[in-house]
């Protein structure tokens, strides 16, 4: 079944940075109610992707606002991939949510779990946090320049990434590799939470797969004991895998929202 142009998302672009920085980014919003919901994807994923489309369709049903975007590089949104980095989507994200209203609940996956922690940073910082009613975090890859970028290359590889300032990792989803740049990596030393505790000031639902090989349930167990001021929950799927895209997966998601949209 198609949507109606009444009930379909609308399009729109919002544009961030001047000159060599100048770019669109391409911006799917349902209207309704609040608190809206705000989409934060991964790397190299886009804002039609499975768990995104269920997200709207979810907001579709509860008559609530849906914010989705793809970052600069991703998706519909110009701009290079390979000029991608931390600061710069986080750019985006924040450009893009400075275009919501009244609070909204923020589902980040992946690299957008580390994007949703730095934007709940950011917001704290400007006193805003009552722009954000809770987080909820889908295998989140927090400080992942370092921890599951850098970390895991060889000498090899870091050599190479170092003379040339581009690796290529072989994807898992595909047999076009995954390009990973030196000004990724170095960007994302400006941002990384380390050992810091991290406070967002909201309710934090994190959903992991047990047999996610890229972002390790160890990942989400540190995230939890850095979120101590916060009211964290981990979720572990004992058979789920990094995407956690299978209908009981996105059952789970929606279960998890709807919790956090029902919590006094």
Known sequence: ????????????????????????????????????????????????????????????????????FDYSGHGESGGSFNDGTISRWLEDAEAVFATTSGPQIVVGSSMGGWIALLLAKALREREECHRLTGLVLIAPAVDMTHDLMWQRMTKAQRANLEATGLHLEPSPYGDEPMPITKKLIDDGEKHRFGANLIETGCPVRILQGVEDAEVPPSHAAALVERLASDDAVLTLVKDGDHRLSRPEDLDLLRRTIEAVLTAD
């Open 1 to 68: 079944m198609t949507e109606t142009d009444e009930t379909a998302p609308s399009r729109s672009r919002v544009t961030v940075g001047d000159g060599p920085e100048h770019r669109d980014l391409a911006v799917l919003r349902r209207p309704g109610e609040s608190p809206g919901l705000f989409w934060l994807g991964g790397y190299r994923s886009d804002m039609r992707g499975t768990k995104a489309e269920h997200i709207d369709r979810f907001g579709a049903t509860r008559g609530l606002t849906v914010t989705r």
